[in-house]
């Protein structure tokens, strides 16, 4: 089995990455002149270096992982856009002709013909399904969280006119019922901004 995108990352850019892989105590403090060599800071400062590297090993660990889940999510947007496209070509499609050519001539692909799950091979799939559904609800939460809010202040400056507490700036020269017509229009926009944006998700 092929090593996997993360392993791939982690043997290149974590393994040869620790201070000590790189340079001994030895071998540093022979970079400092002789008479300053038996100082006992430069045992601290390597150890300082040492928590800094490592603290960047950290950060690159954490790169890693993103860069696996948005891998997966790109595998899954083209899985997602080759089954749109395969519905696509068969709208219009008369399926009888294709089951009688099936019957004729046999089958016409030579793609190898799914096998159906079973217990244990059904389980890592249906997992690895509910990890993406949910990397997929976070992302539509983070995007229409910034609409929410909007939606929120609107309503919060509309209940304020319900109350008598609408704020309209001085000298403005507008009405308050063009100022209500405006604010329900944005609140309208934003509405099927939202309907839209998960439409097409």
Request: charged share 30%.
């Amino acid at each position: 089995m092929p090593p996997s995108e993360s392993a791939i990352l982690a043997n290149f850019l974590l393994s040869p990455a620790a201070l000590p892989n790189i340079i001994s105590l030895t071998k540093f403090t022979d970079l400092f002149p002789k008479a300053q060599r038996s100082n006992a800071q430069i045992g601290l400062l390597y150890r300082e270096l040492q928590h800094i590297r490592a603290l960047d090993t950290d950060e690159v660990q954490r790169n890693i992982a993103q860069e696996v889940k948005r891998g997966q999510r790109q595998r899954r947007e083209v899985v997602k856009a080759r089954r749109k496209a395969e519905r696509e070509d068969m709208e219009g499609v008369d399926m009888r002709e294709i089951e009688m050519e099936t019957e004729l001539f046999g089958p016409m692909t030579n793609l190898p013909i799914s096998k159906p799950h079973t217990l244990s091979s059904v389980l890592p799939d249906l997992e690895q399904a509910c990890a993406e559904l949910e990397i997929e609800v976070s992302a539509l939460e983070a995007e229409t969280r910034p609409a929410l809010e909007d939606i929120q202040g609107m309503v919060g400056d509309l209940s304020d006119l319900r109350y008598g507490k609408f704020s309209r700036s001085a000298g403005s020269m507008s009405s308050v019922g063009d100022d209500v017509i405006e604010a329900l229009g944005g609140l309208e926009e934003v509405c099927h901004s939202v309907t839209r944006a998960s439409n097409e998700a």
